[in-house]
């Protein structure tokens, strides 16, 4: 009886077949859970030869199937991995072939500084291991760029800091390219920039010599743009020397991995850039002075061996004296000589009693001999003063250069010093006090007495060139 009214009472309930049911049961579940956000740890991750992943989301108490479509899966910033903490947004729905439910993910994010700091490690290890971070292949940066390229957001008070720092040190030219510093789409936009400033033809815009990366302070998730790795390539194959600046001195991201220099600050990274110009020219003048004191030195020191040189010099008297003496007894040998010949000539003629044509022919024929032999005997002569002629010609020149730059020296202020003998004087301690001594100007000479000597030796004192020193 019981059995019959049991019956009865079912009769009015609706079948469904089971795909009905399941599919109803999706709808519903769909319609309730659109869109949620789910936190949990990856376990069981499998990634199919078609690109989709599958995983399950757990927590201490609970596991929730999910499922990362091949177009989602590509599009995400890091790689899932089994164990990893995430944040996962999307919508529940069904699977009707197995009788349970699953999470369709589209969206996944990292869950804590942790997870986030574990995945940059990897992926810092795993471009490294590239070569990307390399000495090697570090760049040297220009000492004085000509133009200066920056990438960074060009409403922060970064590109401000970077132009004041620059006006103050060595104003340079500076190229600004506008990149968003955060948020979607900002790691392309900044690795553009950095390509795009290798890409500038010579011609036209001037391309720069420098590019500086740079953003402000914030948290780990607002530096991720300067971690994602199409920026650190990008950085790592730039051909223009690269200094990274991102956030404070105590933040890091892989792009000061693979930038030639990272700077602490913006400020430090426009310090990095160019040399101070006033502490440049101080260099330069500190450099010109010292080449006018050497140069000083050096012409001091030719004087004072052209003058020794000029003591060692015989005296033109005494250089052409012998000569003279020579040329004199020569040609007092040469006319006795002659008046000898002349002499044994006529004693010949007259012992053989020539006639007078006889007489006439043989003193033609003497003459014409004695004129022979005077013009070999010149020739000679002129051989043999030849040499000194030439000596004494490049003595003169000698003479009068030396000449010149001592009337020179005395005009520009000079004075040579003799004691009584006429002798230069080149030390002071060869003065003593009463000593006579004779000062001689460009205009003049000057008698002078030897005061006593105060003290000990006086200190010296380092005066220009041109100002009172004494040959």
């Given at each position: 009886m019981n059995f019959e009214t049991t019956t009865l009472e079912g009769a009015n309930v609706k079948e469904y077949t089971v795909s009905e049911l399941s599919l109803a049961l999706k709808r519903r579940i769909e319609e309730a859970f659109?869109?949620?956000?789910?936190?949990?740890?990856?376990?069981?991750?499998?990634?199919?030869?078609?690109?989709?992943?599958?995983?399950?989301?757990?927590?201490?108490a609970a596991v929730l199937d999910a499922v990362i479509w091949k177009g989602v899966a590509q599009s995400l910033g890091f790689a899932p991995e089994e164990g990893m903490e995430v944040v996962c947004t999307g919508r529940l729905s069904t699977y009707p072939g197995r009788s349970k439910y699953q999470l369709i993910i589209e969206t996944i994010a990292l869950a804590?500084?942790?997870?986030?700091?574990?995945?940059?490690?990897?992926?810092?290890?795993?471009?490294?291991?590239?070569?990307?971070?390399?000495?090697e292949r570090k760049k040297k940066l220009p000492y004085l760029p000509r133009v200066i390229g920056v990438v960074t957001s060009p409403s922060g008070a970064v590109i401000r800091d970077i132009l004041h720092r620059l006006a103050d040190r060595f104003p340079r030219p500076v190229l600004l390219w506008p990149v968003a510093v955060q948020g979607e789409g900002a790691a392309d936009e900044i690795a553009a920039a950095i390509r795009g400033f290798n890409r500038l033809p010579e011609e036209g815009v001037p391309r720069p010599d420098l590019i500086i990366v740079a953003r402000g302070g914030g948290s780990l998730e607002d530096l991720m743009a300067f971690n994602e790795e199409i920026v650190v390539r990008a950085a790592a194959s730039s051909a223009i020397p690269l200094i990274s600046s991102i956030?404070?001195?105590?933040?890091?991201?892989?792009?000061?991995?693979?930038?030639?220099?990272?700077?602490?600050?913006?400020?430090?990274?426009?310090?990095?850039?160019?040399?101070?110009?006033?502490?440049?020219?101080?260099?330069?003048?500190?450099?010109?002075?010292?080449l006018v004191s050497s140069l000083s030195r050096l012409l001091q020191e030719r004087r004072v061996l052209l003058s020794g040189l000029a003591r060692g010099l015989p005296l033109p008297r005494d250089l052409?004296?012998?000569?003279?003496?020579?040329?004199?007894?020569?040609?007092?040998?040469?006319r006795l000589a002659f008046r000898g010949i002349l002499s044994v000539l006529w004693q010949r003629l007259a012992a053989a009693r020539l006639r007078p044509e006889a007489l006439g022919v043989e003193i033609a024929r003497l003459a014409e001999r004695s004129g022979e032999n005077e013009k070999r005997?010149?020739?000679?002569?002129?051989?043999?003063?030849e040499r000194p002629r030439q000596r004494l010609e490049n003595f003169g020149n000698r003479l009068e250069t030396h000449a010149e730059r001592h009337e020179s020296l005395l005009e520009r202020g000079y004075v040579v010093v003799r004691d009584g003998l006429g002798v230069i004087v080149t030390r002071a301690k060869a003065v003593l006090p009463g000593m006579a001594l004779e000062l001689e100007f460009?205009?003049?000479?000057?008698?002078?007495?030897?005061?006593?000597?105060?003290?000990?030796?006086?200190?010296?004192?380092e005066l220009p060139p041109e100002e009172g020193r004494l040959l």
């Open positions: 659109g869109f949620v956000r789910v936190r949990g740890e990856i376990s069981g991750l499998r990634r199919v030869a078609s690109g989709h992943s599958y995983l399950a989301l757990k927590d201490e804590g500084v942790g997870a986030l700091l574990k995945l940059l490690e990897e992926r810092r290890q795993r471009l490294a291991a590239e070569g990307l971070f390399a000495e956030g404070h001195e105590t933040d890091w991201t892989l792009i000061d991995y693979a930038s030639d220099r990272r700077a602490p600050t913006p400020t430090a990274a426009a310090e990095m850039a160019v040399p101070v110009r006033l502490d440049l020219l101080a260099e330069i003048e500190s450099r010109a002075a010292r052409f004296g012998p000569a003279v003496q020579r040329l004199d007894d020569r040609g007092e040998r040469l005997l010149a020739l000679a002569f002129a051989h043999l003063l460009h205009d003049g000479k000057v008698d002078a007495l030897a005061a006593k000597k105060k003290g000990g030796r006086a200190p010296k004192k």
